[in-house]
């Protein structure tokens, strides 16, 4: 495929502005020279058809639910309702200025106010922000809470348990906010050890932060001893929400002995996920930590709606205005549209597609944990065949049509496959995809070679990983960049 450059024709133009009357060097002069560019700006010069033409041939080449299955393990990357896309763009919601005056977004504050009462009622949990931009921001939220509790009643916590099985953006986020992280070990059913545990409880502990289920797919059926033992010494407990679709509606954070929660509305409520945004990690959380929620909160007063600073004990604000809200927007369309029996059903297809691809894979591929599954489970590449690793697996994957699952992760499992159905792909899907993963396990033995130099039919080829984290261009001069896209 060649590059936009290769296109550009010396004086052809994509749109063309209006006679102003004026000449060049006139308009020229009309901006200050502190503001003149000393060279004019590298860019193409196409048609409009060229143009379209040449973005519309490279949207082509990319992959996402729209194209095709997706099963990105503990990412949720699952297809979305359009209608909630043609809700997110209606002029009165995608033309709000954030400078607007509160009685000239009364609809707007009853959007977000509305979708709060939802989750809270789904988390069982009082209190909620919807401030958090995603996910990871919802942990480092949750972490201020927790910090400021403590400094509010006079304690110096320093630590925060974290289970192997965790999401890495939990271990981050508590050294961010300045915890000392301590690592907890699984014991053999993939769940937490209870002695390990209980042997790193002390009062430098603020608390634990657990992802439910966690990475292996696996609920902790010990939860609230977890919890328990965790609030007996003094802690805080920290739910991960980004697996919510295993349990949604079926399962409150709040009732497991929860005291912050982080949704992900871009995996669970219905906006696309991926491609670096939009999302949202609203954060809800026990009463013990209404107190220190983050400002301004939306209250509901008779018919109208405000935003309150009222909170002297406040985080402060953790995003500019009120977060990514046509995020809200969709997710709040996505629970009126499905309701309770609508969000049941969500979790049960998660479960259901699952479990089925873990049956239908298990006697191909080690299972390292072989027992009944949330939303997801993880499979190993170890001992498929001879020099083969999950890395060969997932590059054959594309060749087979497939978006590779999550490889490597979680740590605990050794050339791990990890893979989610989610629960908006139909049977057929789910069986395409696992007769191309015990065809790709036949050719490891049969005939390797496919594997190693996998994948054969995209625009480019296997790429060298290694390099690319040992030796990263971060950046280049404009020139070497353009003559490094010609030759490759």
């Given at each position: 495929?060649t590059?936009?450059?290769?296109?550009?024709?010396?004086?052809?133009?994509a749109t063309?502005?209006?006679?102003?009357?004026?000449s060049?060097?006139?308009?020229?002069q009309?901006v200050p020279g502190?503001l003149?560019r000393?060279?004019?700006?590298r860019?193409?010069?196409v048609s409009q058809p060229?143009?379209?033409?040449?973005?519309?041939?490279l949207?082509?080449?990319?992959?996402?639910?729209d194209?095709?299955?997706y099963?990105?393990?503990?990412?949720?990357m699952?297809?979305?309702p359009?209608?909630?896309?043609?809700?997110?763009?209606?002029p009165?919601?995608a033309?709000?200025h954030?400078?607007?005056e509160?009685?000239?977004?009364?609809?707007?504050?009853?959007?977000?106010?509305?979708?709060?009462?939802?989750?809270?009622?789904?988390?069982g949990m009082?209190?909620v922000?919807?401030?958090?931009?995603?996910g990871?921001?919802?942990e480092?939220?949750?972490?201020?809470l927790?910090?400021?509790?403590?400094?509010?009643?006079g304690?110096?916590?320093?630590?925060?348990?974290?289970?192997?099985?965790a999401h890495?953006?939990?271990?981050?986020?508590?050294?961010m906010i300045?915890?000392?992280?301590?690592?907890i070990?699984?014991?053999a059913?993939?769940?937490v050890d209870?002695?390990?545990l209980?042997?790193?409880?002390?009062p430098?502990v603020?608390?634990?932060?657990?992802?439910?289920?966690?990475?292996?797919?696996?609920?902790?059926?010990?939860?609230?001893?977890?919890?328990?033992r965790v609030?007996?010494?003094?802690?805080?407990?920290?739910?991960?929400?980004?697996?919510l679709n295993?349990?949604?509606?079926r399962a409150?954070?709040?009732d497991m002995g929860?005291d912050?929660?982080h949704?992900?509305l871009?995996?669970?409520?219905?906006?696309p996920?991926?491609?670096?945004?939009?999302?949202?990690?609203?954060?809800?959380?026990?009463q013990?930590?209404?107190?220190?929620?983050?400002?301004?909160?939306?209250?509901r007063?008779?018919e109208r709606?405000?935003?309150s600073w009222?909170?002297p004990k406040?985080?402060?604000?953790?995003?500019?205005?009120f977060g990514?809200?046509?995020?809200?927007?969709r997710?709040l369309?996505y629970?009126l549209?499905?309701?309770?029996e609508g969000?049941?059903?969500?979790?049960?297809?998660?479960?259901?597609?699952?479990?089925y691809?873990?049956?239908?894979?298990?006697?191909?591929?080690?299972?390292?944990?072989?027992?009944m599954?949330?939303?997801?489970?993880?499979?190993?590449?170890?001992g498929?065949a001879e020099?083969i690793?999950?890395?060969?697996?997932?590059?054959?994957?594309?060749?087979?049509?497939?978006?590779?699952?999550?490889v490597?992760?979680p740590?605990i499992?050794?050339?791990?496959?990890?893979?989610?159905p989610?629960?908006t792909?139909?049977?057929?899907v789910?069986?395409?995809?696992?007769e191309?993963?015990?065809?790709?396990?036949q050719?490891?033995?049969?005939?390797p070679?496919?594997?190693?130099?996998?994948?054969?039919?995209?625009?480019?080829?296997?790429?060298?990983?290694?390099?690319?984290?040992?030796?990263p261009?971060?950046r280049?001069?404009?020139?070497?960049?353009?003559?490094?896209?010609?030759?490759?």
């Open positions: 495929m590059t936009i450059y290769e296109r550009s024709v010396p004086g052809r133009r063309a502005l209006a006679n102003l009357g004026r060049e060097q006139e308009v020229l009309a502190e003149r000393r060279t004019p700006p860019l193409p010069e060229e143009l379209v033409r040449h973005y519309t041939a949207s082509r080449l990319n992959y996402g639910v194209t095709g299955f099963p990105l393990g503990s990412c949720t699952k297809y979305n359009k209608l909630h896309e043609d809700l997110a763009r209606l009165g919601f033309h709000l954030p400078l607007l509160e009685e000239e977004v009364q609809g707007a504050l009853a959007v977000l106010w509305e979708l709060g009462q939802y989750l809270k009622s789904l988390a009082p209190g922000s919807l401030q958090p931009a995603a990871a921001h919802g480092l939220t949750g972490l201020l927790f910090k400021r509790y403590f400094e509010d009643r304690e110096v916590r320093t630590k925060i348990l974290l289970p192997d099985s890495g953006t939990n271990p981050a986020s508590a050294a300045g915890f000392q992280v301590v690592s070990s699984s014991n059913r993939g769940t209870l002695e390990a209980q042997r790193a409880l002390s430098e603020a608390g634990i932060m657990m992802t439910v289920p966690n990475t292996l797919g696996i609920f902790e059926q010990d939860i609230l001893e977890i919890t328990e609030h007996k010494a003094g802690g805080l407990c920290y739910f991960d929400g980004a697996n295993a349990y949604v509606g409150r954070p709040g929860a912050v929660f949704f992900n871009h995996k669970t409520f219905s906006t996920h991926g491609g670096g945004g939009p999302g949202a990690g609203p954060v809800a959380v026990s013990r930590l209404v107190p220190y929620l983050p400002v301004p909160e939306v209250v007063e008779g709606f405000r935003l009222d909170k406040s985080i402060g604000q953790v995003h500019p205005f990514n809200f046509l995020v809200a927007v997710a369309a629970v549209l499905l309701g309770d969000l049941r059903e969500v979790s049960a297809g998660a479960v259901l597609a699952a479990n691809l873990k049956e239908r894979l298990k006697g191909t591929y080690r299972l390292p944990y072989d027992r599954c949330m939303h997801e489970f993880v499979l190993s590449g170890e498929l020099g690793r999950t890395m060969d697996i997932a590059k054959r994957l594309i060749d087979y049509g497939f978006h590779p699952p999550t490597y992760f740590l499992v050794k050339e791990a496959l990890m893979i989610e989610t629960e792909e139909p049977k057929e789910l069986d395409a995809f696992a191309a993963l015990i065809k790709i396990a050719e490891a033995k049969e005939s070679h496919l594997l190693k130099e996998a994948p054969h039919g995209t625009p480019v080829r296997r790429l060298d990983e290694v390099r690319a984290v040992r030796q261009v971060l280049m001069p404009w020139e070497q960049a353009r003559e490094d896209v010609k030759c490759g």
